[in-house]
């Protein structure tokens, strides 16, 4: 049994039935639901451990009006629509009509080096599963939340693979109440706090310190929405992806897509469309591959920084004055960006100052003349921080395969709270059983890694999005892990780069330390909801 199977009553099954394609697959549909109770589930999925339909039965269907959705037939009018369609795509090629229609889906019980995959578009929206707010020490149908890859589990190395990862997941239930009892001690709670915002904030605590003894095929639920152009791009690559738990969760996802848009997959397995599509990304991927260790061999690594800016334009703050002058003037760029390089210091001040204005908060930020200019960071951090920071859909990322070769951080928690044997022992069993795997698994190998473990990554992205990012990262409620990568970058702006100007354009940038990340955060929280009473 690849997946454990939810069980509902007669009268569950009932009221769950006209909203979700199936009952029984990890992969399923949101169908005749209001786009914002869709939505709403999906906010609350990502900090929640349950499954998204238990969900809906225990928190959604008894405060919705479904008396009038079953008079809807929302078959009434498909089969023109789908030959209407079929016409206008396949006759005339216009994809743009696959981007009006869109789908809430869900795919649970994914790995996490399943959940990078899915998330790799730009064009879609995700919410995944946090590990910073749900304890993963709970099991489903019995068995710790981790991916049994067939493969894997039916060879000599099976029995072994399911020890190791038992083993971690031993260590992360045992560490979990330990940690959170010195958390406890560390960080006393404070008068005015409640009981509800001090238990959030030191359960988030300790699960931000133990998580990275979980491994990479820690199971994951991600909600997407996504339009049909984006699902057909999806689904191709992962047809052509070497991780077999990739391709076989791709037919999952395929099956329920076509419950609900049927005809804006209709290219994906046909042989002399999408066939040969996936042939060519499989066949590019293998043999750039092969070039590469052709040219680069058994080279080694050299040492290098957490974060390091790899490429910038030292114009590139004059590039951005030009691009904020241009749509005020009626002359061509060229002689935009002369004038610009003329302006004395002062008079640059004032005009960067005038477009980005008094920012009141971080979603204030400049327009698109931001984008003239970009930087691109060689990132060498922590896989868990690493997940966070890939879901950033506005630049480019592009990361080396997940191994034990650049070591492990280890949380200052754990070190505080003398618990780094433990540590280093988890480290240690994830490795082995990462050297065991990898000849005959060489792309499956990365479940058995654990998220402490580093990643090589870079990231490309003009200053728009840096601003975005390095503020939205480094605000007080984040990781430590990813709050100092953010940190870093903003700083290299400034001082490697030399964009000062842009950099002082980032203000709600936090180079501050907070020894509990979430306490500001869930206190905000608790008076919103008095403020709603």
Same mark, same amino acid.
């Given at each position: 049994?690849?997946?454990?199977?939810?069980?509902? *009553?007669?009268?569950?099954?009932?009221?769950? +039935?006209?909203?979700?394609?199936?009952? $029984?697959?990890?992969?399923?549909?949101?169908?005749?639901?209001?786009?914002?109770?869709?939505?709403?589930?999906?906010a609350?999925?990502?900090? *929640?451990?349950?499954?998204?339909?238990?969900?809906?039965l225990?928190e959604?269907?008894?405060?919705?009006?479904?008396?009038?959705?079953?008079?809807?037939?929302?078959? #009434?009018?498909?089969?023109?629509?789908?030959?209407?369609?079929?016409?206008?795509f396949?006759?005339?090629?216009?994809?743009?009509?696959?981007?009006?229609?869109?789908?809430?889906?869900?795919?649970?019980?994914?790995?996490?080096?399943?959940?990078?995959?899915?998330?790799?578009?730009?064009?879609? *929206? =995700?919410?995944?599963?946090?590990?910073?707010?749900?304890?993963?020490?709970?099991r489903?149908?019995? +068995?710790?939340?981790? @991916?049994?890859?067939?493969?894997?589990?039916?060879?000599?190395?099976?029995?072994?693979?399911?020890a190791?990862?038992?083993?971690?997941?031993?260590?992360?239930?045992?560490?979990?109440?330990?940690?959170y009892? @010195?958390?406890?001690?560390?960080?006393?709670?404070?008068?005015?706090?409640?009981?509800?915002?001090?238990?959030?904030?030191?359960?988030?605590?300790?699960?931000?310190?133990?998580?990275?003894?979980?491994?990479?095929?820690t199971?994951?639920?991600?909600?997407?929405?996504?339009?049909?152009?984006? =699902?057909?791009?999806?689904?191709?690559?992962?047809?052509?992806?070497?991780?077999?738990?990739?391709?076989?969760?791709?037919?999952?996802?395929?099956?329920?897509?076509?419950?609900?848009?049927?005809?804006?997959?209709?290219?994906?397995?046909?042989?002399?469309?999408?066939?040969?599509?996936?042939?060519?990304?499989?066949?590019t !991927?293998?043999?750039?591959?092969?070039?590469v260790?052709?040219?680069?061999?058994?080279? *080694?690594?050299?040492?290098?920084?957490?974060?390091?800016?790899? $490429?910038f334009?030292?114009?590139?703050?004059?590039?951005?004055?030009?691009?904020?002058?241009?749509?005020?003037?009626?002359?061509?760029?060229?002689? #935009?960006?002369?004038?610009?390089?003329?302006?004395?210091?002062?008079?640059?001040?004032?005009?960067?100052?005038?477009?980005?204005?008094?920012?009141?908060?971080?979603?204030?930020?400049?327009?698109?003349?931001?984008?003239?200019?970009?930087?691109?960071?060689?990132?060498?951090? $922590?896989?868990?921080?690493?997940?966070?920071?890939?879901?950033?859909?506005?630049?480019?990322?592009?990361?080396?395969?997940?191994?034990?070769?650049?070591? =492990?951080?280890?949380?200052?928690?754990?070190?505080?709270?003398?618990?780094?044997?433990?540590?280093?022992?988890?480290?240690? !069993?994830?490795?082995?059983?990462?050297?065991?795997?990898?000849?005959?698994?060489?792309?499956?190998?990365?479940y058995?890694?654990?998220?402490?473990?580093?990643?090589?990554?870079?990231?490309?992205?003009?200053a728009?999005?840096?601003?975005?990012?390095c503020?939205?990262?480094?605000?007080?409620?984040?990781?430590?892990?990813?709050?100092?990568?953010?940190?870093?970058?903003?700083?290299?702006?400034?001082? !490697?780069?030399?964009?000062?100007?842009?950099?002082?354009?980032?203000?709600?940038? $936090?180079?501050?330390?907070?020894?509990?990340?979430?306490?500001?955060?869930?206190?905000?929280a608790?008076?919103?909801?008095?403020?709603?009473?």
């Amino acid at each position: 049994m690849l997946y454990a199977i939810e069980q509902f *009553s007669d009268d569950e099954a009932s009221l769950l +039935r006209p909203y979700f394609t199936n009952l $029984d697959r990890p992969v399923f549909a949101l169908t005749n639901l209001p786009e914002v109770v869709k939505g709403a589930l999906f906010a609350r999925y990502s900090r *929640s451990d349950k499954s998204l339909r238990r969900l809906f039965l225990d928190e959604f269907v008894g405060d919705l009006d479904l008396t009038g959705d079953l008079t809807v037939d929302a078959t #009434v009018g498909l089969k023109r629509a789908e030959q209407l369609y079929e016409r206008v795509f396949l006759e005339y090629g216009d994809d743009s009509v696959a981007q009006l229609g869109g789908v809430h889906l869900a795919c649970e019980q994914a790995s996490n080096v399943l959940t990078k995959v899915l998330e790799w578009g730009r064009l879609m *929206s =995700y919410l995944e599963q946090s590990t910073r707010y749900i304890p993963y020490d709970s099991r489903l149908s019995g +068995r710790y939340r981790y @991916w049994r890859d067939p493969n894997i589990c039916d060879s000599r190395l099976g029995a072994r693979y399911v020890a190791d990862m038992d083993a971690l997941f031993d260590t992360y239930r045992a560490l979990l109440p330990q940690i959170y009892d @010195w958390a406890r001690e560390r960080y006393p709670k404070q008068p005015d706090d409640s009981d509800f915002v001090y238990k959030q904030t030191i359960r988030a605590k300790a699960c931000d310190a133990v998580r990275g003894v979980l491994p990479a095929a820690t199971l994951s639920n991600v909600g997407i929405y996504g339009t049909g152009q984006a =699902y057909e791009a999806l689904l191709l690559r992962m047809r052509a992806h070497p991780l077999p738990e990739a391709r076989s969760y791709a037919d999952l996802m395929l099956t329920e897509l076509r419950k609900v848009i049927p005809s804006f997959l209709v290219r994906v397995d046909r042989p002399e469309r999408g066939g040969v599509w996936a042939q060519y990304f499989e066949r590019t !991927r293998e043999d750039t591959a092969a070039a590469v260790a052709r040219i680069f061999g058994p080279e *080694s690594s050299v040492p290098s920084a957490e974060v390091t800016l790899t $490429d910038f334009d030292p114009d590139g703050e004059n590039k951005v004055l030009a691009a904020i002058c241009y749509p005020h003037t009626n002359l061509p760029e060229h002689q #935009v960006v002369e004038r610009v390089a003329l302006m004395p210091a002062a008079e640059r001040v004032a005009l960067m100052r005038a477009y980005v204005g008094e920012r009141v908060n971080r979603r204030h930020k400049p327009g698109r003349a931001f984008e003239r200019t970009s930087y691109r960071f060689d990132v060498l951090g $922590d896989y868990g921080a690493f997940r966070d920071l890939q879901r950033h859909r506005m630049l480019t990322i592009e990361w080396q395969p997940l191994t034990p070769r650049h070591g =492990y951080a280890v949380p200052e928690a754990i070190a505080e709270a003398g618990r780094t044997d433990e540590w280093d022992d988890a480290m240690r !069993r994830s490795a082995t059983l990462y050297d065991a795997l990898e000849p005959a698994f060489p792309t499956a190998a990365s479940y058995a890694v654990s998220l402490a473990f580093r990643i090589r990554y870079t990231m490309q992205m003009n200053a728009r999005e840096a601003m975005h990012l390095c503020e939205l990262r480094s605000s007080p409620a984040g990781h430590a892990s990813y709050r100092r990568v953010a940190q870093e970058m903003h700083r290299l702006i400034a001082e !490697r780069a030399g964009h000062h100007a842009i950099a002082e354009a980032m203000s709600f940038v $936090d180079h501050g330390t907070y020894e509990l990340e979430r306490l500001a955060a869930e206190r905000a929280a608790e008076e919103r909801r008095a403020v709603r009473g």
